[in-house]
Every structure is written in structure tokens, then in C-alpha cells.
């Protein structure tokens, strides 16, 4: 397996060859009969003897239980009791396994850590209270959504014929990479990457092609701003652009399309030769956060897509997730972010968009 070339102009990012060939299996987690690292954090609920954490699906053998950094490994019966047929872990009395409750879930306001009514931090707080199961299932998932038609063609055809590709990757903090292990911020066991960089790893192992990225991103911002960043990423002369906003915007969806219209027309005119992903953003906590709010944003990016121009719908997906695991099992920092699970997500969702022919997978 090729060890994805490590070009990053972006400030705040740790990475190191270990942790960039950590990158996504090329499916989604939901297209595979294995589920290799789901986050869980266990809650007590109050009124209750054990803490308790959801799967995504029913396991048809024995989970294994890893804690955050991969390397230690909880016991079943020591730790957590799992019965066949449950989507349920129960921990143990005795249990090493970190947990929250309820209460501690939702602060009294004034509380430290505190943000719209829930618990919160940057960094790793989220992170080392997330361990990560691991089993295999027979379940099916909801979404059988048809792919799109094949619209990338330029970068498409380079990665293909193994040609170099320049990524730019343009957005807020989850491009910048917050609440990914492997970024500084958190700088946490497994140093996975965010997700740009898994994206660009996972094209290069797909397709064997060289690819590097500029990751952009930066916290706070709107799509607003990336008119502003338009002549930094055509100065990276890109083949494949990445335009991810939408967290921070709070304006009703007409001013959102309106908005990313002008930000994709002007990096097609400075960038003609480039092709254009246009990624519908996670949701935040519902605690502050109306789902409805980005699903009007994930349609009015449908309406922006054409001929070069494609949409990485991480929307639907996640709220379906939603719908099976908790927000905080989700997130890296329980608001707006997501942690090294919603950063695959994301990659993965941008890469069904590159296809292998079938029969010509790499090995």
C-alpha cells in the first residue's frame, strides 16, 4: 500500500506516516458487513445501575471494545457485558471504561464546559471518552440512495491514468481539521487526519496516483470569506477543489445557495480547468442546531451541481446515523465538529464520488 504524499498548507495540523495510512477502507462504514471502530461513549442514565452505549447495527459475533488510541483492549465481562441479539453494551461495576451520565450530559447553566445547554470542550476531551467496537453484522442500511452520475471527469480521467492531482480543500473548522485525532488541537492516539487528508490518501491508494492537498479550511468562517480565499486556491493550481461551508451560516437557505453560487462561479472562472466538490455539512447538536436548517442547504447545493461540479451529500447520511446513535457518539467536541468517525464519513462520502472500474481495485 502506497504512504499518501504529505502536502499540507494549512496551519494547526499534526500528521505523521503512521497516521496518514490510516484512511478510509473505500466504502462507507454503512456499505460493510464489518464495522471496524465505532465510537461509543457510555452514559448512565439517571436512576440507572450501568452506563450503557448504542451500535449501529445488531453484531452477529462477539465486539471487540478498543480504548480511544487503539492499543488497549477492554475484557467482556470484566468491563462490559454484551448478550447476542442487542445492539446494547452494558458496563460492569468495575468497569475501565470511561462513562458520563445523564446529568453531566447537561450541566446546570454557568457550569464549566458548558455550551447551549450540554457539555462541551475542544481538544481530546471527547475524543478519550469515545472507545471504539468493533463486529461484524447482517444488517441493512436504509439508504439506497443512486449514485450519481459520474461527474468529476477531469480529475477523474487523472487519477485514472495515474496522473498527479492537486486538491484544495476551502472551508470552516471541520475542514481545518477540528477534533480529528491527528489534529493539533487534539493531537490524541490515533493521529488519524482529518478528513481532506484522508481524501487525499484514499485516492492515492485507490488509484495509485500521486495526490497532494492544500487544506484552506478555517474555523469560524462562511462561504462569505471563501470569496475571499478564491485567488489562494487558484495560486495552488487544482485539479479537484473542495468548497465545505455551511456550519457557521445561520441565514435562511435562499441567502446560503445564493451565496455558494457566486463561491463556486468564481473558482470556476479562476480555476477553469478544476473540478468542484460541494460537501453538504454534518448537522450540529440538535440541542442548538435545527436539522431542517441543513437539509435546505443540502438541496440548495443540489441545485448548484452540473457538468464538473458534484455534491458530497454528507447531510442524509449522518442524519440517519442520528436516528441509531446518539449526537455525542458523533462528535468530536459535542456541538459542530465531528470526531475521527464523522472525519471518515465525510471522506468517505467524497469519495464514493471517484469509482474504480469494476475488477481494477488496487490491492
Not at 464546559?113 to 471518552?129: A, I, P, Y
Not at 456550519?247 to 473558482?267: I, Q, S, W, Y
Not at 479562476?270 to 440541542?287: H, R, S, W
Request: aromatic share 8%.
Amino acid at each position: 500500500m502506497m504512504i499518501a504524499t504529505l502536502t499540507i498548507a494549512s496551519h494547526g495540523q499534526t500528521t505523521s506516516p503512521a497516521s496518514a495510512a490510516r484512511s478510509p477502507q473505500g466504502q462507507p462504514c454503512w456499505s460493510s458487513k464489518v464495522m471496524e471502530n465505532e465510537p461509543v461513549l457510555f452514559i448512565r442514565d439517571e436512576g440507572k445501575p450501568a452506563a450503557t452505549g448504542k451500535l449501529l447495527f445488531v453484531p452477529s459475533a462477539k465486539p471487540t471494545v478498543m480504548a480511544p488510541d487503539l492499543v488497549m483492549k477492554y475484557e467482556e465481562g470484566k468491563d462490559y457485558v454484551w448478550k447476542p441479539g442487542s445492539n446494547t453494551i452494558e458496563l460492569t461495576a468495575g468497569t475501565r471504561i470511561p462513562f458520563k451520565t445523564s446529568t453531566e450530559m447537561v450541566p446546570p447553566p454557568g457550569s464549566p464546559n458548558t455550551l447551549m445547554g450540554v457539555l462541551f470542550s475542544e481538544g481530546r476531551f471527547f475524543h478519550d471518552l469515545q472507545v471504539q467496537v468493533s463486529y461484524p453484522h447482517a444488517d441493512d442500511w436504509p439508504l439506497q440512495d443512486a449514485p450519481q452520475a459520474l461527474r468529476l471527469t477531469r480529475s477523474d480521467a487523472k487519477l485514472k491514468a495515474k496522473q498527479a492531482l492537486k486538491l484544495v480543500a476551502l472551508g470552516d473548522s471541520i475542514t481545518e481539521g477540528y477534533n480529528a485525532s491527528g489534529f493539533a488541537g487534539a493531537a490524541a492516539p490515533p493521529h488519524q487526519p482529518p478528513y481532506p487528508q484522508l481524501v487525499a490518501n484514499t485516492l492515492q491508494q485507490r488509484f495509485g496516483a500521486t495526490v497532494t492537498l492544500a487544506n484552506l479550511g478555517r474555523a469560524g468562517t462562511g462561504a462569505g470569506w471563501g470569496l475571499e480565499m478564491v485567488a489562494k486556491v487558484a495560486a495552488e493550481k487544482p485539479d479537484l477543489v473542495i468548497l465545505a461551508f455551511g456550519m457557521n451560516h445561520g441565514e435562511p437557505t435562499a441567502g446560503f445557495e445564493a451565496v455558494m453560487r457566486k463561491l463556486r462561479d468564481a473558482v470556476q472562472a479562476a480555476c477553469p480547468e478544476a473540478d468542484i466538490v460541494l460537501v453538504a455539512p454534518m448537522t450540529g447538536n440538535p440541542c442548538g442546531f435545527p436539522p431542517e436548517r441543513f437539509t435546505g442547504y443540502r438541496d440548495a447545493l443540489r441545485n448548484l451541481t452540473g457538468p464538473n461540479v458534484a455534491l458530497a451529500d454528507v447531510t442524509s447520511p449522518w442524519l440517519e446515523l442520528l436516528k441509531r446513535k446518539p449526537f455525542s457518539d458523533l462528535s468530536g467536541n459535542n456541538i459542530n465538529h465531528p470526531n475521527d468517525f464523522g472525519h471518515r464519513v465525510y471522506a468517505d462520502v467524497i469519495c464514493q464520488l471517484f469509482p474504480l472500474a469494476t475488477g481494477s481495485r488496487r490491492k
